[in-house]
């Protein structure tokens, strides 16, 4: 049979770290191909590389036996290769149905465009209703306008970025349906993903990646987890040391009847948040992204004040009044999810991003920086916290994402904190890095630090929370004990299915069944 | 490297400055020499130089301390036009002329004058969110239609054969020249001594670096717990201050009086100046020579070779021009030119 | 009734340059470019308009010449904001104090005299008509241009793709790029567009509203524009509102001092100035509505990643 997509030799790099060596992969038609990868290990370079948003250095592409010489998107789409993107490339400030229009080839008939949408979403069973404005929609939604997007072209090929990172577990069985019926119908769809069991329910064949470079194909249902795992990371496996937790009598971060509004339509109003967090232990927040968790963290570390200063008590005071460098002089620490432009200044050096939260460690003196405090301040960090950097003098914006991740958590870390709170900690930061930065994380609070952890990655907080809460728009569950909860209860809570009273808080969430 | 930039553009500013004068019958290498050398080759000549630089480097310097912190004061020329009208009507008006605190009265006066014109769009823009640029700017035309009411209205000189403008200030309400002969005079070190304190803000103080990183990362600003707030006010207080304390010198030195054309757009021009400085210190030091020869040697060849004095501006606004440009070439094709020699298939790509 | 129609004409007419200024810069904001150079290029329109008129050429060359001087000058800027990724607030600024010294460089040879002025329009009964004559019918053919650029823009902008591909640019071109759109080149038309529209404005200063040449004629104009701009939340109508707004202002400034009103003069022609900064404030307060239609990349340097 030929072949629908076939790549050879694709090779591709950028200064100082090759994305893809010299890979090689076969899709047939109808076929669910999986390329499997921990993070940075180049798989969205070679999607881009397929789709033609970004070009091979050397290496040959094949559609259906022809050969693709320099493409771009507008090409590929052409070619019927459509790509649903990780992050995804959708215009808050219009409708649905003008977003779907920017990309489809068609006339510029909104009316009869939107017909379509319609339609088709109901298909494939995941509707939309098209002249709703995106900013209005939840990620799970704002998935399927993509999805249905691609599916308009009817492409021969569909690419899919880590589809399921935004997704309740119970929305990803939904989408598999979907993915399924359309390769019974020959499309042929590569998926992209570092979730083992994922790919193990869904794909055909996998290639696996590592370094950029392609360390075995595999038949996902017939080879083992722990084998595929080899292939991903190598023989070193990294294990968690994490020893039950002792928390202490009093709570060190509470949080009373908390209520906001959104600061912009963007956002999602908090509804009478209330939980607890105490020293020596950590609890984990869980949700699908958008649901609260930015306006939360807001709140929690100060960049947004609230009136009712007592809503929020650190260490007994009561803090949501407070401005961040206030709250951190009662023992508060934080590690943003943006970590250029946020948690550090980009273009700034390291010794100057220490100043940034370790002014009050003696890097400041009368006013004035004293420089040589910060570098060493940097520097205690860079070692103790294996930061590969040139050194203080490093700017934020040349490390790579797992180093600086590993440079913010130190800073942090090195203020001897009474509360942590982290927020994604293990974002696009590959593998090595990710275990070491839970380890610390978990050691961290094991010598009495209070830590809150906000992930969506389930897995994450299943390895190192002791008690979980949920968030779904705007509302925080009761605490579930790690070792008495499973996925399944997690998952229903994120779409708010058992959320008390209200029943009426699943209708508009991520993708409900 | 930090200098490759406005070096690269004031050799591309002579270039076209060349073809320009070429184009227009004038031969470039004496029009040049009148425009750059010959100013520079006298006593006076150099007094002058140093006497307009004052102000421009005096002035970057206070907007540089805003542009840091992306704050953009552009109307320094409103608040350098109050700082004149405030320290002349102490100067005026202060019962006894022959007062030894006359001068360094006019001299808070003209700070404060100038600092009071900043903190309306400082506080509109803190308090109610309004763009600075478009407030600063309206607030120097403002200022200017002021300044023209007091020189035609209640502070013209009633001896002054109906001119608009004011009396002359007393002897003891203006610097003194170093030598009689030359308008240079002692304010050059209020100059000096602001050079010094921007640095030390900028470079070394603590205050200075919050203000940097609410310029180059609101949001990690934000996440630090610096107020936002306060880098608008202390950008747009510097700024308003050089500005205000600029046009007191002006006006108790070459001037000695208010006129309606008291400035000669030292308010705009020292915006260049900060950006051709680099928005640092003695960066700034250098600019503000640079912008001031193209000053003189606009009136220079006015002069001599009956060519417009627009010239000035518009050999300002090419520098602008051409020092943005470079900086593009020096800082990102360097970056483009290194992966590309590693691996040539890039060059395709782009 | 005479007074009434004078005021309301006159209105119109001092509205007009504003109106296509602030149409032009709409465009450019929208695709999420800022360029504060509109004082600069207005300036460069009217200089080249009024010199088209003293050589001799007719009245539609000249304000084309004015408009393209608009655009030229307009390059300058984009290849600066666009190719070369520079700082839009400063690139903008450089354009407006080059615009003012080209211009004053052309115009040194002009003179003092004034030119004749670009006729009003006469229809045949239409203009005749009493009242609404004069009223509506009598204008000259750019206040015409200038209501038709407003509806043109309006539809181009809300109900064509190519409306939508740049009001989708200026929320985010990374996204745009990522699904195929030339960002850059999408934005170089905005610009020149925006470029065009500000010469045509200088023009119309230069060769109907006072036609003469002065230096530095636009007093500002432009950067009220640029305001208007603002205080219109990004939306067209309301830049014709308040473009009308501040024509009014000008003509009650004007007849203030005609009627000889005991207040200075120059308090008077300092309205417009305060008048600006006071709707800017009025407008700023309202965060949510400013975001509503704000052009979220704006003046943000967009480099396509390769």
Redesign the interface.
Known sequence: MQPRLELRNISKRYPGVVANDDVSLTIQPGEIHAVLGENGAGKSTLMKIIYGAAQADSGEIYCDGNLIAAHNPAMSRSLGIEMVYQHFALFESVSVVENIALSASSAFNLPSLAEKIRELSLRYGMPIDPHRQVHDLSVGERQRVEIVRCLLQAPKLLILDEPTSVLTPQAVVKLFGTLRQLAAEGCSIVYISHKLDEVQELCDTATVLRNGKVTGTARPKETTSLELARMMVGSRLPEMHVSPAAPSEKPVLEVRNLSAKARDHFGVDLEDVSFNVHGGEIVGLAGVSGNGQAELIALLSGERRHAQGDAIKINGTAAAALRPDERRRLGLAFVPEERLGRGAVPSHTLWENAVLTAHRFGTVRNGLVDRRRAAAFATGIIDRFKVKANGPDATAQSLSGGNLQKFIVGREIALAPKLLLVSQPTWGVDVGASAFIRQTIVDLSRAGTAVFVVSEELDELFEICDRLLVICKGRVSPPLVRTSTDREEIGLLMTGRTMGKDQTGGSSVALQD | MRIAAPVLACVLTLIVGSLFFASLGHDPLPTLYAFFIEPLSSMNGLSEWLLKASPLILIACGLAIGFRANV?N?GAEGQFTMGAIAASGVGLFWPNPESALLLPLMFLAGMAAGMAWAAIPAF?RSR????E???T???T??AT??L??LV??PWRDPAGFNYPQTALLPAAAMFQSFDPAYRLNSSIFITVVAVLLMWLFTD????G?KM??SG??P??A??????ESAAVWIGLLAGGAAAGIAGMAEAAGPLGQLSPQISPGYG?AA??VA?IGRLNAFGIVLGGLLMSLLFLGGEGVQMTLAL?S?????????L??FL??A???IF?RI?LV??VK??P??E??? | MELFIAIFTGTIIAATPLIFAALGELVVEKSGVLNLGIEGMMLMGAALAFWAVTAGYSMPVAILAGALAGAAASLLFGVLALTFLTNQYAAGLALAIFGSGVSAFLGRGFGSEPIEALHGVRIPVLSDLPVLGPLIFRFDPLVYLALLMFVAISWFLYRTKAGLILRTIGESPQTSHAIGYPVIRIRYMAVLFGGLMAGLAGAYLSVAYTPLWVENMTAGKGWIALALVVFATWQPLRVLLGAWLFGGMTILQLQGQALGLQVPSELLSALPYLATIVVLVLISRNRQMLALHFPASLAKPFRPAS
């Open positions: 953009w552009i509109l109610m969110n309004t763009n640029i478009l407030v700017l309206m607030m035309y403002i239609l002021f023209s009411y035609h209205g070394r103080s603590f205050l670096y940097s990183v180059a990362a949001l990690a934000r996440y630090a717990g610096f107020r705009f915006i260049i950006f417009p627009a010239l000035t501006r518009i050999f300002q606004g090419i602008l021009f943005l440009a900086d593009f070439f990102y970056r290194r992966p590693d691996a298939a890039l395709t790509a782009r």
